[in-house]
């Protein structure tokens, strides 16, 4: 996959750069999956275009995506997403023997 970069000026096509594009893993095998699919290529191909690396993506615990439109509270889909690897979320903390200038 390849990003490119143009533009268009007076009728006349210009090619500003070109660089490999990155994909997540899940959209690799989303991509090949599809790719099978409409016979386009063969499994084999599908499993050859695959980097042994992208395995690691899947090794680790998910949360189901349709599951945040069920949870009812805006924390509890906060709580869930912060289990998720790759993610992280901290609120900031104030200790209460610490002082703050100008908050009251």
Known sequence: MQDLEFTIQENRLYLLQT???????????????????????????????????MARFFMHPMIDPQSEKK???PLACLQARVQSPGKSFSPPRRHKKQKTKGIR
């Open 71 to 73: 949870m009812c509270s």
């Open 19 to 53: 660089r490999s594009g990155k994909r997540t893993a899940k959209a690799a095998v989303k991509i090949a999956v599809d790719l099978v699919n409409e016979g386009l290529i063969s499994e084999k191909e599908a499993l050859r275009r695959m980097d042994p690396e």
